[in-house]
């Protein structure tokens, strides 16, 4: 039986008095063929194996090289060594799979890059900095489900397959069985030489989500509070630092919800998952926080950041986040020194303007050095259910920028009025034929609701520090790159 084992980050939390245990685990050091450093993934701290010289024969110990597996039998007792409080004096040592050292693809000694990392991310897992990332990803994963469910909301599973585009403007993926061979041209056509959908699949063009919400408000619209957590899969050709092909997003929709209570329940949320990450997952915000600082010291003086992670992450717990209007963001961005000595590269132009994320972080990261909700944005740049305010010209909206990525939430309060909501769909070209479900809750019973999608990688990336978001999931889709 294997599951007798303890874990690593268990183990370690006890004091040594001469426990039995057995540990299993990958091995990360080996010194004067003597002492094992063992690690099993629970934390990124190791157990220290001690195979007492001569007990163990030179097979054995010639096959303890880095990334093999091992089952270790022993007792554990206070160390004699700095460094760690308990050894594990081993009585048993069990390969549970050999590893040839030199060929392995992680030289720890040889300090990887994160670019050569990507590039064996089947072994990333086995360094700290993506132990560390992993677990704190999980933690963030586990406390909005917690946040939710305390609150009453029901997890809503929406399809990953739709025949909507809900934002009216995502690059999707098409979902299609229909042969493509051009050349022996099986694909079914209709007789103005346009593709025959009626024999795909689903009868009907498909794609890949790029948002739960549509389907959400259905929910909500009945069930009162509801959030989606799920893929979400955007085909945009934009190689950033902030953009994935495939990201996870959390879409939470209520009734009886306006914009106001919209941003008060995004702010206790991200404050809620940030304290969660804090109290459970401290060693490894701590091990993120020092390397974030080495990596730092790199920089130029003026591109590091004032405060340390877990500064930064405290400050955003103690402090009001700031609220201005799109109107109000754009005098002071018009205004800035920033703006008057042309370093923009996307000048501001004026009112009505979509901002760009460099106008996103100076207002977050130079001028409120918080993050800051903006609300109220121009109607022409944003999506048809956003709620149209009684100036004529506004919706209602709602961003969150964070300090170092930009924007991480998006919202809105949505239009519950059906005459204003075909109105706004026609000026649109919004096809009201093929959204008649969602018109449909706006007949019967309809009711003021609002919601918002964070995205869940560029909050793990708020959180780690990682300032890459292909290094907080596991594997990555971005454009030419589906390995693993
Ligand atoms: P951006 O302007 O940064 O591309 P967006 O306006 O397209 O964002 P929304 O459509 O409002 O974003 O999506 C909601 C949230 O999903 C965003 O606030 C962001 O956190 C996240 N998000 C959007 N696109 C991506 C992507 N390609 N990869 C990862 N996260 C994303
Ligand atoms: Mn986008």
């Known amino acids: 039986m294997f599951n ?24 990360r050091s080996f010194r004067n063929n003597q002492f094992i450093a063992l690690n099993d993934g629970s934390t990124n701290n ?23 597996s091992f089952k270790v039998k022993g007792t554990i007792v206070p160390s004699l060594g700095k460094g760690q409080k308990m050894d594990l004096n081993a009585a048993t040592i069990e390969v549970l799979g050999d590893s040839d050292a030199e060929k392995y693809p992680i030289q720890l000694r040889n300090r990887p890059t994160l670019e050569y990392l990507r590039e064996v991310a089947h072994f990333r897992f086995r360094t700290n900095t993506f132990g560390s990332i992993f677990r704190i ?20 599973h929406t399809p990953i397959i739709t025949a909507s585009d ?24 209709n007789e103005d030489g346009t593709i025959d959908f009626k024999e795909d699949f689903f009868g009907r063009p498909t794609n890949l989500t790029v948002s739960g919400q549509l389907e959400g408000e259905l929910g909500a619209t009945a069930l009162g509070d509801i959030y989606t957590f799920g893929p979400t899969f955007r085909a945009e050709n934009s190689n950033t630092t902030r953009h994935l092909a495939e990201f996870w997003m959390i879409e939470p929709e209520m009734a009886f919800y306006d914009l106001e209570d919209n941003m008060n329940l995004a702010e206790e949320f991200i404050k809620y998952i940030i304290q969660y990450a804090i109290t459970n997952n401290r060693d ?60 923009f590269q996307y000048p501001i132009t004026g009112w009505g303007m ?65 005459e204003k ?22 007949k019967f019973g309809s009711v003021p609701h609002a919601g918002f999608g964070l995205g869940f990688e560029r909050m793990v990336q708020f959180v780690t520090g990682m300032t890459n978001i292909r290094d907080v999931i596991a594997f990555p889709r971005t454009p030419k790159s589906a390995e693993f």
Request: overall charge negative.
């Open 46 to 68: 190791n157990i220290q194996v001690v195979a007492e010289l001569g007990k163990f024969d030179d097979t054995l110990l010639k096959r303890i090289t880095l990334s093999a």
């Open 354 to 418: 979509d901002l760009q994320s460099e106008h996103e972080r100076y207002l977050v990261e130079k001028h409120f050095k918080k993050p800051v909700i903006l609300s109220n944005y121009p109607r022409e740049i944003k999506a048809f259910y956003m709620r149209q305010n009684e100036d004529g010209k506004t919706v209602a909206a709602m961003d969150i920028l964070a300090p170092g990525i930009g924007e991480i939430v998006g919202g809105s309060q949505r239009e519950e009025r059906l």
């Open 284 to 343: 490894d915000l701590e091990f993120l926080a020092q390397r974030l600082a080495e990596e730092e010291k790199q920089l130029p003086q003026d591109k590091r950041s004032d405060m340390g992670l877990i500064e930064k992450l405290e400050f955003v717990l103690n402090n009001n986040f700031e609220r201005i209007t799109y109107t109000e963001a754009i005098d002071i961005l018009r205004e800035s020194n920033h703006n008057k000595k042309k370093k």
């Open 421 to 442: 909501l075909e109105a706004r769909m026609k000026e649109m070209h919004i096809p009201a034929d093929e959204l008649w479900w969602y018109l449909d809750t706006r």
């Open 166 to 189: 809900a934002e009216g403007a995502g690059e999707m993926f098409r979902v299609t069985t229909l042969p493509f061979d051009e050349e022996k041209n099986k694909t079914p056509r």
């Open 137 to 156: 990803r999980h933690s963030l994963a586990f406390a909005i489900h917690k946040f939710f469910n305390d609150k009453g909301f029901v997890y809503l």
């Open 4 to 27: 007798k084992r303890v874990k690593i980050r268990e183990l370690l939390a006890q004091e040594p008095t001469g426990q039995e245990v057995t540990v299993m685990g990958w091995v």
